[in-house]
């Protein structure tokens, strides 16, 4: 969690110049969970000399007396040249691109008929619905399923602006929509500010805000886009098999093409939890092209390997002497269903880039002869990729893990995806391992829908 405190520590130190009438206060942070999926949603936050020393929190009484003035909400990026970063309005497509939703706290007289900014140093939390047009009620909790939250603090002015991954909300594409925001006040205690997802928003804060959505992509773009990253449970393998199917057809240069122009605009959000929309532009992860190359290109050179990711030591890895058995990892095609192996993993050092790899497609590699064809049970695939000796030996001593879940989710995340009619749970409930009847009951199920994949359509289909 120290990046969270760098970033928290970074911001709020920032005034910038945005709007001809207010000098807004840039404070933020990002979360990586989306707010409170893990936990109860509490983020505490240090201070250091330059915060004031005074605890100023106020009472139910003057809370009722806050308001909120809304602001302007626009797409654009933090701007590091210069002597402090600055805030830039920007819709274009680069890939630091952030939404930023701005306002300024105020006080009421006691009889109301005046209003001026606070003036005293206040943390706040803005929390946005994750979906359009919907009304919750926050006046107990805020649940990480139905918002997203980022902490700023106030400095001067009242004013504040707070940025958060334009993903996390569920905008239409190229349409303004609007979405449920409030404020609730962080808790100071001397060099510490406290928020928690069970702190009540201030009532009279909840405003409807508009928001621009994502531009409109062409269909191979969304194709590539929905190709899922590093994430073993929410990981969907038909539809890396699906992007892999779309590119092949074009040939080694078109495909390269295609990749580098999907990298100009996709956001590297390697620390977001975004619920991938193939349409939105603003839910990709670049670090997807990483598994494309690896199942699109082959080595020209049969003495030659595919690149290794770098600066990500995958858990678990082979062993040495098993290595030539996992040619793809992190991934492994069973069936011609591509499972996602790993369960962890930490960034060290400079962190790599897809753009090397399609490097290396480009100069070393050659297009896959013929496109995958997946088996049409994937909870089959799935108990087979699991009974491999190499897979045991993969998780055994030191990397045992839970990897029986990890890959039949993987499985079953294809049946989900296949019939939109099956709800998909948050959180999603955990898988049994001990129970081979769960198992045995998840292949009936998925033999009983008729699934199999769709050479036409390029995806799994129920009939």
Same mark, same amino acid.
């Given at each position: 969690?120290?990046?969270?405190?760098?970033?928290?520590?970074?911001?709020?130190?920032?005034?910038?110049?945005?709007?001809?009438?207010?000098?807004?206060?840039?404070?933020?942070?990002?979360?990586? +969970?989306? =707010?409170?999926? *893990?936990?109860? !949603?509490?983020?505490?936050?240090?201070? %250091? $000399?330059?915060?004031?020393?005074? &605890?100023?929190?106020?009472?139910?009484?003057?809370?009722?007396?806050?308001?909120?003035?809304?602001?302007?909400? +626009?797409? =654009?990026?933090? *701007?590091?040249? !210069?002597?402090?970063?600055?805030?830039? %309005? $920007?819709?274009?497509?680069?890939? &630091?691109?952030?939404?930023?939703?701005?306002?300024?706290?105020?006080?009421?007289?006691?009889?109301?008929?005046?209003?001026?900014?606070?003036?005293?140093?206040? !943390?706040?939390?803005?929390?946005?619905?994750?979906?359009?047009?919907?009304?919750? &009620?926050?006046?107990?909790?805020?649940?990480?399923?139905?918002?997203?939250?980022?902490?700023?603090?106030?400095?001067?002015?009242?004013?504040?602006?707070?940025?958060?991954?334009?993903?996390?909300?569920?905008?239409?594409?190229?349409?303004?929509?609007?979405?449920?925001?409030?404020?609730?006040?962080?808790?100071?205690?001397?060099?510490?500010?406290?928020?928690?997802?069970?702190?009540?928003?201030?009532?009279?804060?909840?405003?409807?805000?508009?928001?621009?959505?994502?531009?409109?992509?062409?269909?191979?773009?969304?194709?590539?886009?929905?190709?899922?990253?590093?994430?073993?449970?929410?990981?969907?393998?038909?539809?890396?098999?699906?992007?892999?199917?779309?590119?092949?057809?074009?040939?080694?240069?078109?495909?390269?093409?295609?990749?580098?122009?999907?990298?100009?605009?996709?956001?590297?959000?390697?620390?977001?939890?975004?619920?991938?929309?193939?349409?939105?532009?603003?839910?990709?992860?670049?670090?997807?092209?990483?598994?494309?190359?690896?199942?699109?290109?082959?080595?020209?050179?049969?003495?030659?390997?595919?690149?290794?990711?770098?600066?990500?030591?995958?858990?678990?890895?082979?062993?040495?002497?098993?290595?030539?058995?996992?040619?793809?990892?992190?991934?492994?095609?069973?069936?011609?269903?591509?499972?996602?192996?790993?369960?962890?993993?930490?960034?060290?050092?400079?962190?790599?880039?897809?753009?090397?790899?399609?490097?290396?497609?480009?100069?070393?590699?050659?297009?896959?002869?013929?496109?995958?064809?997946?088996?049409?049970?994937?909870?089959?695939?799935?108990?087979?990729?699991?009974?491999?000796?190499?897979?045991?030996?993969?998780?055994?001593?030191?990397?045992?893990?839970?990897?029986?879940?990890?890959?039949?989710?993987?499985?079953?995340?294809?049946?989900?995806?296949?019939?939109?009619?099956?709800?998909?749970?948050?959180?999603?409930?955990?898988?049994?391992?001990?129970?081979?009847?769960?198992?045995?009951?998840?292949?009936?199920?998925?033999?009983?829908?008729?699934?199999?994949?769709?050479?036409?359509?390029?995806?799994?289909?129920?009939?």
């Amino acid at each position: 969690m120290r990046w969270k405190f760098a970033n928290l520590l970074m911001a709020v130190c920032l005034t910038c110049a945005i709007a001809a009438e207010f000098n807004w206060a840039s404070g933020n942070h990002s979360t990586s +969970s989306g =707010g409170g999926w *893990d936990d109860d !949603g509490e983020y505490t936050f240090t201070t %250091d $000399d330059s915060y004031p020393i005074e &605890d100023v929190n106020p009472d139910a009484n003057k809370q009722k007396r806050l308001v909120v003035e809304w602001g302007k909400v +626009s797409m =654009g990026y933090m *701007d590091y040249e !210069g002597d402090a970063p600055t805030w830039k %309005d $920007d819709h274009s497509l680069r890939d &630091d691109r952030q939404l930023s939703i701005r306002g300024r706290l105020m006080i009421e007289s006691v009889d109301g008929k005046r209003r001026q900014p606070i003036d005293w140093f206040q !943390g706040i939390r803005l929390v946005v619905s994750r979906l359009p047009d919907k009304k919750h &009620d926050w006046s107990k909790t805020q649940e990480g399923h139905d918002a997203v939250w980022e902490e700023s603090v106030i400095r001067e002015n009242g004013e504040f602006m707070v940025t958060m991954s334009p993903g996390e909300l569920r905008r239409s594409v190229g349409k303004e929509t609007r979405f449920q925001a409030a404020i609730s006040l962080g808790q100071k205690e001397g060099t510490t500010i406290t928020w928690r997802n069970t702190f009540a928003v201030l009532p009279q804060s909840v405003a409807m805000l508009t928001i621009p959505g994502p531009p409109a992509i062409n269909e191979t773009l969304q194709i590539i886009n929905g190709a899922p990253s590093y994430d073993q449970h929410d990981f969907n393998p038909a539809k890396l098999v699906r992007t892999v199917n779309h590119l092949m057809p074009m040939g080694k240069e078109k495909a390269i093409h295609e990749l580098r122009e999907f990298m100009k605009i996709a956001r590297d959000a390697s620390l977001e939890r975004a619920t991938r929309v193939d349409e939105d532009i603003d839910t990709s992860n670049k670090t997807c092209v990483f598994l494309i190359v690896r199942l699109l290109f082959e080595p020209e050179d049969p003495k030659d390997k595919l690149p290794d990711i770098l600066t990500v030591p995958f858990v678990p890895a082979p062993a040495k002497a098993d290595k030539y058995l996992w040619p793809l990892h992190p991934v492994y095609l069973q069936d011609d269903i591509p499972f996602f192996l790993v369960y962890g993993g930490a960034m060290g050092g400079q962190p790599d880039q897809p753009e090397r790899h399609v490097d290396w497609a480009e100069e070393h590699g050659k297009i896959r002869s013929k496109p995958l064809r997946p088996l049409d049970n994937p909870v089959i695939a799935a108990g087979r990729l699991i009974l491999l000796p190499q897979t045991k030996r993969l998780y055994d001593g030191p990397n045992h893990y839970d990897f029986k879940s990890m890959i039949y989710k993987q499985a079953w995340n294809i049946i989900v995806d296949a019939d939109p009619k099956i709800p998909k749970l948050l959180p999603v409930p955990p898988f049994n391992t001990r129970d081979d009847r769960d198992w045995e009951a998840r292949v009936k199920a998925a033999t009983d829908f008729k699934i199999h994949w769709s050479e036409s359509e390029q995806k799994y289909i129920m009939k």
